[in-house]
């Protein structure tokens, strides 16, 4: 407890510019002490300002004080250095090459804790202390240290910009507003941050959008692979099988065909030796005779000849001649499997198409990029005309229902639930799907609005500030606009709106790729220019809608084939 007193009064006495204990200690006028080489070495630095001010409270003195030696502070820090010298601090709470530093230590410098935008200064967590402490500094913004104080100070007239110029998109200060600046559209830093901010808002919820979209997208091929996998496993399989099946049955055939050439084989055999054994016996028999006649021939007595000649027996009928042809039995049959193998490989060659790979491809690959130039958008052209029944009643369609003006003279549409009664506006006939392209042109210097939303989107609302929140293109989360007025434009969706930059056009062309949730608008002149593309994800199908704001303006729908 008692260390822990002497660390406390060590604090008390030290100089709040070097952090160490007093030496030579002096108090300026509002009351505050430091070392006299530190406040004088401080003090020397605003000789240039001419003015003095106290490093912890702020205060400033127009002349530069007069410091005399507070001799009882002198004596305290002598009896307290007798108890210890004061620890130094750690070497990580010291500034390095890339941190920022304080700016009031001297010597050594401590790392910054905070960074004030009022004082443009960084300071330490001691030299912070007054800023959270004294009423003069706590209206004060404090941010996380930073080395860009300084681009905080207009190089014109040293001081802090607080304004930002929307007419020359920079920041001013109070100074520059009344003089380079005078008669631009000026608002606050704040303002501009705030809006700025929205717009930031909007760029995340698009970008987290296409981040879940994608992480969807990516599911979705997980499990086509998934899909494929099983899906060749299984035709693997049942392949195998099929052709398991196959060669049986082959196996089958060729050994069916082994057995019928032998039974015939065995049956033709048969046949030919059996005929053989008569023939043989007809021979015998044959042989036989001969000799018998032979023997009767050679008889020398005429009338014993004579007498036996009657007696032999006659010879029995002959064989009929036996005719052989070319041994040729099974050829037939060779023939016969020739043809079943060539029939097989025939079929095998021109209908492997059938079972060809290249059949099996998934189309679940990238959208295709989109065209590059206005022959290419042509190709999917779509010819578009206005729905009557949606159309505001100042609105005058005329050319087919594909030009819509605003005038001041009602027109007698009939009552319609789908009609916009708040807005000037009207949607498309024909719902979009799939690949699309069309062109607006807009005649006239006011505000026109070109615009894609869901048909179950409001068409009517309340009066008031916010009826633009129900109905109004761009203005919810149904519809998605391009604001044209004049030489300038803003796309619009969920009432975040995003400035554009681009080349003024009276031609817009708009590039919708539904299923790839890709819309975009392009100036159309001798070149496509780019002029904004949303990537999100539709849910249903889009119809083009239109807006015009001002009377005698007019918006139409081109006619491009």
């Not at 250095?81 to 500034?95: I, R, S, V």
């Not at 706590?138 to 014109?156: D, F, T």
């Not at 979705?220 to 099983?230: F, G, M």
């Not at 492997?352 to 059949?359: M, R, Y």
Request: charge should be positive; proline fraction near 3%.
């Amino acid at each position: 407890m008692a260390q822990k007193g002497v660390q406390l009064n060590r604090e008390t006495f030290s100089c709040s510019i070097c952090l160490d204990l007093l030496k030579d200690p002096v108090t300026t006028p509002c009351g505050h002490s430091y070392c006299m080489n530190c406040i004088k070495s401080h003090w020397d630095e605003e000789d240039r300002k001419y003015s003095y001010s106290c490093p912890q409270c702020r205060k400033t003195f127009t002349q530069r004080p007069v410091l005399l030696k507070n001799t009882m502070l002198a004596v305290l820090v002598e009896e307290l250095k007798k108890t210890g010298l004061q620890a130094a601090p750690d070497d990580h709470c010291y500034a390095g090459a890339e941190d920022v530093a304080c700016d009031v230590c001297t010597g050594r410098k401590l790392k910054a804790h905070k960074s004030c935008l009022q004082c443009l200064a960084s300071f330490c967590e001691k030299h912070l202390q007054p800023h959270y402490e004294s009423e003069t500094f706590k209206k004060h913004k404090l941010v996380e240290p930073s080395k860009k104080l300084q681009e905080n100070v207009c190089s014109r007239h040293d001081e802090v910009m607080k304004m930002f110029c929307r007419t020359d998109q920079q920041l001013i200060c109070s100074l520059c507003s009344v003089e380079e600046h005078k008669g631009h559209n000026t608002v606050s830093a704040a303002a501009e941050r705030a809006e700025r901010q929205r717009e930031l808002e909007g760029s995340r919820q698009n970008i987290q959008q296409r981040i879940q979209d994608r992480e969807k997208d990516v599911k979705l091929l997980q499990q086509q692979a998934e899909a494929i996998d099983l899906s060749a496993d299984k035709a693997v399989e049942d392949s195998e099988k099929i052709f398991t099946e196959l060669i049986r049955l082959l196996e089958k055939r060729s050994s069916d065909v082994k057995q019928q050439v032998r039974f015939q084989q065995k049956r033709e055999v048969s046949r030919v030796k059996e005929l053989q054994e008569k023939l043989e016996q007809e021979i015998t028999e044959l042989k036989r005779k001969d000799a018998e006649l032979k023997k009767l021939s050679h008889t020398e007595d005429h009338n014993q000849f004579l007498h036996n000649y009657p007696s032999l027996s006659p010879l029995s009928q002959s064989t009929s001649s036996i005719h052989i042809h070319p041994l040729s039995c099974f050829e037939d049959v060779t023939a016969d499997v020739s043809e079943v193998r060539d029939k097989l490989q025939d079929v095998l060659r021109e209908k492997w198409t059938n079972v060809s790979l290249t059949g099996t491809e998934v189309d679940v690959l990238l959208p295709p990029p989109e065209p590059k130039t206005r022959a290419g958008f042509l190709k999917y052209s779509r010819e578009i005309t206005l729905d009557p029944n949606t159309a505001y009643r100042c609105l005058l369609l005329s050319k087919g229902n594909r030009k819509a003006t605003y005038i001041r003279q009602k027109q007698s549409y009939s009552s319609h639930p789908d009609r916009f009664t708040i807005t000037s506006q009207v949607l498309s006939r024909e719902s979009l799907t799939g690949r699309c392209y069309w062109e607006v042109k807009r005649r006239g210097r006011g505000r026109v609005y070109i615009a894609v939303a869901y048909k179950n989107m409001r068409r009517a609302g309340g009066v008031g500030f916010y009826v633009l929140d129900e109905c109004g293109f761009g203005f919810n989360d149904k519809s998605w606009a391009l604001d044209c007025i004049n030489s300038s434009s803003t796309f619009c969706s969920n009432r975040v709106h995003t400035p554009i930059s681009g080349p003024e056009s009276s031609r817009v062309g708009v590039y919708l790729d539904h299923s790839a949730g890709i819309l975009s608008f392009y100036s159309v002149s001798e070149t496509m220019t780019l002029l904004h593309r949303v990537q999100t994800t539709f849910t249903q199908p889009l119809y083009a809608g239109l807006r015009v704001c001002y009377y005698e303006n007019s918006a139409e729908l081109c006619k491009l084939k």
